[in-house]
């Protein structure tokens, strides 16, 4: 008797990402030219020293943004839902002053090698004490969206049940607080995901590229790309840039203003 081949192994199907939570960085016209003229000097470093970054890999100014989490939004009932809960943050978390956010240096995430990086960025300086309000705001944010299903926890892998999510942000049950990881500030710079080449079929998916950012990370350090500057706005994005035509950066479909 032939034996049956064993069963492939179940994974639970991840929905599709579509959207995600942050703070603009490039909100108006006066904000994008002081960041433009910041990174002025590193990308033509880039381009005259680095020929082992692609080019392609310097991300436009208009989408410069600090990420508080990604999110599966697929009807127009789960974007009503995601609305309500945004709507409802400045009730609980309002920021009692404006967020000023300043950004220094250029780092790569823990554990990379820096003579293999994919990702480059820079992110709120640390020695000011006005990051410590954008780090508690940006917490506050991920909890409550994570509370509401809309955003995946880290800790546990997973999101709340959809029932949990109808009806609305609910506290962990007692015994059982759900930690929940802080949000990691970043404004990426560099990202090699953007200068991969389009495969001309499935079978020929191509590599993504890496380069040597240890010399960057060093010459760069301690140089300020942005000085106190406000944040004017919680938003909720579509994933995918808008053409430079379009204006570039990303369709916001929600948001609320911040102090």
């Known amino acids: ?3 049956r081949p064993p069963r492939a192994a179940h994974h639970p199907h991840k929905p599709r990402l579509t959207h995600f939570l942050s703070l603009p960085l490039a ?7 002081i960041l433009d003229n910041s990174l002025h000097d590193l990308r033509s470093d880039i381009r005259n020293h680095h020929p082992d970054i692609p080019i392609t890999a310097i991300r436009p100014v208009q989408t410069l943004h600090l990420t508080i989490g990604v999110m599966s939004i697929p009807t ?4 009503a839902r995601a609305r309500e809960v945004l709507n409802s943050i400045l009730c609980e978390h309002s920021p009692a002053h404006s967020l000023l956010i300043s950004l220094r240096g250029l780092h790569v995430f823990p554990k990379t090698n820096k003579s293999r990086a994919n990702v480059v960025f820079t992110r709120p300086d640390a020695s000011k004490i006005e990051t410590i309000a954008i780090q508690q705001f940006a917490d506050a944010v991920k909890r ?6 809309l955003l995946l926890n880290e800790k546990r892998g997973h999101r709340r ?4 999510c109808q009806q609305g942000p609910t506290a962990p049950p007692e015994g059982d607080e759900e930690e929940i990881d802080p949000v990691v500030l970043h404004a990426t710079i560099l990202n090699t995901v953007y200068a991969i080449p389009r495969a001309r079929s499935s079978q020929q998916l191509p590599q993504r590229p890496s380069f040597n950012a240890a010399a960057l990370l060093k010459k760069y350090k301690n140089v300020e790309f942005l000085h106190a ?4 706005r919680l938003e909720i994005c579509k994933m995918g840039e808008l053409t430079e035509e379009n204006g570039g950066g990303y369709e916001c479909v929600a948001f609320i203003d911040l102090p």
Do not use: W
Request: proline residues 4%; positive net charge.
């Open 229 to 232: 500057t406000r944040i004017p």
């Open 76 to 79: 127009s009932s789960d974007l």
């Open 144 to 149: 409550e969206f994570v509370n509401s299903g």
């Open 27 to 33: 909100f108006d016209q006066r904000t994008r030219t």
């Open 1 to 3: 008797m032939s034996r």
């Open 161 to 164: 049940s959809s029932q949990s």
